[in-house]
Nanobody
Framework: QVQLVESGGGLVQAGGSLRLSCAVS????????MGWFRQAPGKEREFVAG????????HYGDSVKGRFTISRDNAKNTVYLQMNSLKPEDTAVYYC?????????????????WGKGTLVTVSS
């Protein structure tokens, strides 16, 4: 079993930055494709970013490309999402995801484990 715990969410002004972390415990972390999704109330869950188990392949949703960066540190069992130039439209609950079956890009249907989410609110 794998447990994912997100942290780093909060309130930030438009144009600001946040760094989300996802701490992973359980079975071998390095073999999972990891990613981030987000969901705003009344909206469909949206793919944000994904990273291969070696960290050599990343993929981003069009809405965040050029502003967000995903990375992973397998030695620390942690995945990060650096979010820069935040916009009010980025406001959502951000979920960490682990997928043993797929490579990036990820889809919700293939995710094996989800974190409980961390709320990011961007004010204008």
């Amino acid at each position: 079993q794998v447990q994912l715990v997100e942290s780093g969410g909060g309130l930030v002004q438009a144009g600001g930055s946040l760094r989300l972390s996802c701490a992973v415990s359980g079975r071998s972390f390095s073999h999972y494709t990891m990613g981030w999704f987000r969901q705003a109330p009344g909206k469909e869950r949206e793919f944000v970013a994904g990273i291969s188990w070696r960290g050599d392949y990343t993929h981003y949703g069009d809405s965040v490309k050029g502003r967000f960066t995903i990375s992973r540190d397998n030695a620390k069992n942690t995945v990060y999402l650096q979010m820069n130039s935040l916009k009010p439209e980025d406001t959502a609950v951000y979920y960490c995801a682990a997928d043993s079956h797929s490579i990036v890009p990820l889809t919700s249907s293939t995710v094996d484990f989800w974190g409980k989410g961390t709320l990011v609110t961007v004010s204008s």
